[in-house]
């Protein structure tokens, strides 16, 4: 790193004391023998590597883990071996292109992205838009399957397999919006609702106003709470058993993108095709 070049603090080598480690996560398993803390470790830094951060020192890996250096410098020794990972530089780490055969296992498994690929590649030909499905994990929604118009670029770089906050997505709110009261009240009292814009919900009341909405419409549309320029609308999909599995998405640029032309032009394509996809499990 340059001298001009400012340090991410993220990478430093003193981790912050405030910060919650991945690795602290793993706490909650102590005593429990059939537990593998081995593995849990392994995923950990596989999970590590972003965007962002695609090369990495063991000790910067360690400090954003929360793993020993020791631990860490297993974990890579055994991915190098296996051919997920290896050096690039002889200091820092990256994932090798072997790891996208653990994705590739997924949605080749995965009934739900199976068919929803080729139901989102039709709706992008038909309208030269970008759509998604995904799913909720944890804190987070993922998206399983998706298709991007080209000359519809945003300045977020999604692909089957990213992660967004799910408080402030129209995926999030709309799987947020159906989990059980018990479920939702458990997120909301762990969830860190960090602002991305100035118009993004950091209120847990103001969100919880917000999940009722989508509920009693059936949709949510969210105006740029996550990225400045984006709008995007999304409706829920349904299992055979009524539960709300997955949702369907409309990302676009929002000057050229008005709300009400998102209701009156995509809305009812939107839900047609969630019910197309819930068709397919049953």
Known sequence: MSASTPADPSLSTTAPTTRISPASTLDQYQGDPNFMTSLARGLIVIQAFTQQH???????LSVKTGLSRAAVRRCLYTLTKLGFAGLEDGQRYALRPRMLSLSHTYTTSSTLSTAAQPILERMSQTFRESFSVATLDGHEIVYIARTQVPSRVMAV???????????????GRVLLAYLPPEQLEAYLGKAELTPHTTRTITSADKLRAALRTV???????????????????????????G?????????????????????????????????ELSAFLR
């Open 215 to 241: 509920r009693r419409l059936g949709y949510a549309i969210v105006d740029q709470e996550l990225e400045v320029g984006l709008r995007s609308l999304a409706v829920p999909v349904y299992a055979p058993s």
């Open 243 to 275: 539960r709300v599995i997955a949702t369907i998405n409309l990302s676009g640029n929002a000057p050229r993108m008005p709300v009400f032309d998102m209701q009156t032009h995509f809305l009812t394509p939107l839900r047609n095709a969630a019910n």
């Open 157 to 171: 770089d999604l692909h089957i397999g990213s992660r967004l906050p799910a408080y402030c997505t129209s995926m």
């Open 54 to 60: 695609p090369q990495m020192t063991i000790s910067q």
